[in-house]
């Protein structure tokens, strides 16, 4: 029995020639690199890509295509296209907030006496920042739960904040193959 083909779609793009995926953990988008037959009526910059091998099918949705280039060969023109996943939103937005704040005995500043509740689990404030990102379909369970990290952010990147709490807490921050982020441990 032989081996079942690879398949790559893009939207908008009728020939794939050939694809090259690169799937990474962290707040960095991944690329793919599509070689295509030159389509002049071509005009997309944010689509889905879908990779099919076998009977399992990885859908990577708000693709944005970051460079294109024509290429010249023997064979004639080809167009190079390199996508990168949804993790490119990321790089914007921005969230403020004080977590997890100190009195002068290194207590919790908890809202006792008129102050503002500060508290926040580190599930807490993975979840501020994935909002902030704009996802909606995320899991937090791997995030442990035992520490209150003092966070200050100032019109911080949420994704940035992300990672660095997830640093500190020996986690990463994944883009799984079902399309949801996961915070997991690492390891």
Known sequence: MSAPQGMVSFSGVDAILEAAVVVGHGISPCAAVLKIAPQPSLAIEVGTLELTYGDTTVT??????????????DRGEIWRLTLLDRRWRWR????????????????????????VDTERTPQELA???????GETDYLVD????????????????????LAELCEQLGCRVVLQLDDRVALRRTG
């Open 142 to 161: 791997d995030l442990p739960n035992g520490t209150r990290p003092r966070v200050e952010w100032d019109g911080a990147v949420p994704a940035d904040a």
């Open 60 to 73: 990577l949705r708000d693709c944005k295509v970051d460079y294109a280039a024509i290429e010249r060969n």
């Open 92 to 115: 914007y937005g921005s969230i403020s907030g004080r977590y997890n704040l100190r009195r002068d005995d290194s207590t919790l500043v908890q809202g006792q006496a008129q102050s």
């Open 127 to 133: 979840i501020l920042l994935l909002d902030a990102m």
